[in-house]
């Protein structure tokens, strides 16, 4: 992902991951340690973290794990 990420594009980032591996949004936000109000924000680009690259991060490694272990 490029440096200068939009909130659009962070939005769509965490929808795709997230509807990839078939979670609803509360189970996603649990596996990332964060609400689901949380993630619903992302989500519709209300807002973006400060630490987004932190956060892709993690996203990535939940949707690792899960691919892995189906």
Do not use: C
């Amino acid at each position: 992902m490029e440096d200068k990420l939009t909130k659009e594009e962070f939005a769509d980032f965490v929808r795709f991951m997230r509807q990839s591996i078939n979670l609803s949004q509360k189970d996603f936000a649990d596996a990332l340690g964060v609400s689901n109000t949380t993630v619903s924000k992302w989500e519709q680009a209300y807002f973006m973290p400060h630490r987004a690259k932190l956060i892709i991060k993690n996203i990535r490694t939940v949707v690792k794990s899960r691919i892995k272990s189906a």
